[in-house]
């Protein structure tokens, strides 16, 4: 289960009169080189974006491979805050690469925040259970990377990092 179109708001800088107009395919481009192996570095996953509209200030695109919900960050290296990313770090990627070639910022990108959890794995040293569709806790409805506890962290078993690792990476 995952994602495959963000919704990215553009918003002018304020207290600058910026042409909104930019070459669309110059700028998918760009996401299909740049932000793309910058992606495939950081998280092992290889997407190919493609913008399929530009409404008013809203640019939809489009990944045709599904983006999952819960992302292994490889450049953090062992166990804590930091090893799993929302799919909104994609999106942090797509502005900033985006400033390349236009002075608008991507501020905003939105994907379903509700999940059916058809899959629990149960992480006995720290006395959670965890969707694997989704990465959040049962118990207090966080994403894996949104838990900034190191001692959450450093209480897990060998076992638990062993789940963790075999569904998230």
């Known amino acids: 289960m995952g994602i495959h179109v963000l919704h990215i708001i553009l918003k002018r800088k304020k207290d600058l009169n910026i042409n909104m107009d930019f070459n669309i395919n110059t700028l998918e481009k760009l996401f299909n080189t740049l932000t793309r192996e910058s992606v495939k570095n950081k998280y092992g996953i290889d997407l190919t974006f493609k913008i399929i509209g530009l409404d008013e200030d809203i640019l939809r695109v489009e990944t045709v491979e599904d983006i999952p919900l819960t992302l292994r960050n490889y450049d ?11 799919p909104g770090a994609i999106r942090r990627m797509l502005q900033n690469d985006s400033e390349y070639l236009s002075n608008q910022h991507l501020i905003e ?10 899959d629990i794995i149960s992480l006995e040293s720290v006395g959670t259970e965890i969707c694997v569709d989704s990465g959040i806790t049962l118990d207090d409805n966080m994403h894996l990377s949104e838990i900034e506890v190191d001692e959450w962290w450093d209480s897990l078993s060998d076992n638990d990092k062993s789940k963790l690792e075999k569904y998230f990476g």
């Open 76 to 86: 953090f290296n062992g166990w804590g805050y930091g090893r799993y990313h929302w």
């Open 109 to 118: 990108f939105g994907y379903n925040d509700y999940y059916d959890c058809y």
